[in-house]
């Protein structure tokens, strides 16, 4: 979820199904759906499964909707500049105008990650995304551009999980088994220094 001081409004992902639930032993797998037990998902409706919505938190008033085929699971990022940017499950980072919900641009970062569990980090003119499951890439945007292509791309030691943290020129990240801390040049995705901590790490890191 995100707020956007411009509009005032909160943009938050949700998915449109049902589920039924029985007892069974399963087990947790990264990237899979897990609640404690056996469910099915089924479909609302045939047109979307998952939503984008600016909601005024004043009025509970949903400003308006973006469907989406496939389910929203990204984080969501709120700009100075008016944009709502977010992934979608068929491997696009997304761009919306905050008033109106209109697609303005979409980005293919391509079919080896999906979810972009990681909350989109801006800064200086762009945009870092991490795209989860199954394997993980941090992906630097110029959205300085009208038409945003993919400025640089780190696939070493990058978190399913936690988000990025950008400290001025540099961008941090932890990666979620062993512990590995890199550290990039934001601008050209060029490693600066890598440390391991040990452990297994899910939560991300502040400043």
């Known amino acids: 979820m995100a707020y956007s001081q411009n509009t005032g409004w909160f943009y938050m992902g949700a998915n449109h199904w049902k589920e039924d639930y029985w007892t069974e032993e399963v087990t947790?797998?990264?990237?899979?759906?897990?609640?404690g037990q056996g469910f099915r998902i089924k479909r609302m409706y045939d047109d979307h499964v998952g939503v984008l919505r600016a909601v005024d938190p004043i009025s509970g008033e949903i400003k308006w909707t973006h469907k989406e085929k496939l389910p929203m699971w990204a984080g969501v990022l709120a700009?100075?500049?008016?944009?709502i940017i977010t992934g979608t499950g068929d491997g696009y980072v997304k761009a919306f105008d905050?008033?109106?919900g209109e697609e303005l641009w979409k980005v293919k970062y391509g079919s080896l990650g999906f979810s972009i569990v990681p909350k989109p980090v801006i800064g200086d003119g762009m945009v870092y995304i991490g795209t989860s499951f199954i394997r993980p890439q941090l992906l630097a945007f110029d959205i300085t551009q009208a038409r945003p292509e993919i400025a640089w791309a780190c696939k070493r030691s990058v978190p399913a999980v936690s988000s990025p943290i950008l400290v001025g020129g540099e961008i941090y990240f932890v990666s979620d088994s062993g512990g590995i801390v890199t550290c990039l040049d934001a601008?050209?995705?060029k490693e600066q220094w890598r440390?391991?901590?040990s452990g297994n790490h899910e939560a991300s890191p502040t400043f």
């Open 28 to 35: 947790y797998k990264k990237g899979a759906a897990y609640l």
């Open 195 to 197: 440390e391991r901590i």
């Open 187 to 189: 601008k050209t995705g």
């Open 98 to 100: 905050e008033e109106t």
């Open 79 to 83: 700009t100075k500049g008016g944009l």
